[in-house]
């Protein structure tokens, strides 16, 4: 299995909180990380701008970056959690398996949460399962990783609707967090570790069984994001993979980020 060597990697943040009142919550966020991968040399950094329209006082208990800051962690062994249910399916006529979440897996979202309503996904047999624990550098928002050395990379956040807004309930709908411009305003920037803008290359709206999905398509770095919410949480699958990658699997890497389903 190929890995991801990472040469130097700095992180630095600046916090400036505005008042309730004029309702601006900023981050600013520098990332630097230097990696050799697929023999490439990548520099991703960048001035990240927040507003709290969407997520107002969630800077303070922000994590790193969720996706970037963390790329390599996608193959960095972090041993095998306790109980962990693999919840993969046996490979299809064409090869593709299907992941579902394991009801009885655990959540890093706190005590007194109810249960994280399942999602799934396919992917090529050949990609694995990369276990993920709270000492993750993507925070506990990070419910899932799975890599293909060959093909890219995947993770799933799972996010309290708490983080957005107080009044959404049990029942939150990814139209009541915000339409799909603010969505991917607010949180792009935590997956790629700067600023959106500019960077997204296409943006549609999709109904699968009565719920909305926002995807999304953007580059420089390349990712595909589809984004939904269920009960009280947030859900944003991400796909990812090097310039290369992108390249010669974009087809499949397209086909597994269309599939996410929350069930």
């Keep these: 299995m190929g890995t991801s060597l990472f040469t130097n990697c700095s992180f630095s943040?600046?916090?400036?909180?505005?008042?309730?009142?004029?309702?601006?919550?900023?981050?600013?966020?520098?990332?630097?990380?230097?990696?050799?991968?697929?023999?490439?040399?990548e520099i991703h950094s960048g001035a990240v701008n927040r507003r709290s329209v969407l997520l107002y006082g969630a800077s303070s208990g922000c994590s790193t970056v969720l996706g970037f800051a963390g790329e390599g962690l996608a193959v960095v062994k972090q041993g095998l959690l306790a109980g962990r249910i693999p919840g993969l399916s046996e490979p299809d006529e064409q090869g593709w398996r299907t992941y579902r979440r394991p009801d009885e897996k655990s959540g890093g979202h706190g005590v007194g949460w109810s249960p994280i309503i399942p999602y799934a996904f396919?992917?090529?047999?050949?990609?694995?399962?990369v276990p993920?624990?709270?000492?993750?550098?993507?925070?506990?928002?990070?419910?899932?990783r799975f890599a293909s050395p060959k093909e890219g990379r995947l993770f799933v956040i799972v996010a309290p609707v708490l983080r957005f807004a107080d009044n959404l309930g049990d029942n939150a709908t990814i139209e009541k967090i915000g339409p799909p411009e603010k969505?991917?305003?607010?949180?792009?920037?935590?997956v790629i570790g700067e600023n959106v803008e500019g960077k997204v290359l296409?943006?549609?709206?999709?109904?699968?069984?009565?719920?909305?999905?926002?995807?999304?398509?953007?580059?420089?770095?390349?990712?595909?994001?589809t984004a939904t919410a269920a009960g009280n949480r947030f859900y944003m699958f991400n796909v990812t993979g090097s310039g290369l990658q992108w390249k010669r699997h974009y087809k499949d890497l397209k086909k597994i980020a269309d599939s996410f389903r929350v069930v």
Aim: proline content about 6%; glycine content about 8%.
């Design 13 to 41: 943040w600046r916090y400036h909180h505005t008042s309730p009142e004029n309702g601006i919550s900023r981050v600013n966020k520098t990332v630097a990380c230097y990696r050799a991968s697929d023999g490439e040399t």
């Design 122 to 129: 396919s992917i090529p047999q050949e990609w694995d399962e």
């Design 132 to 144: 993920v624990s709270i000492a993750d550098l993507g925070g506990t928002e990070i419910d899932l």
């Design 183 to 190: 969505v991917i305003n607010a949180f792009g920037p935590e």
């Design 202 to 225: 296409s943006m549609e709206v999709a109904e699968h069984s009565g719920r909305t999905y926002y995807q999304y398509e953007l580059e420089p770095p390349h990712v595909l994001i």
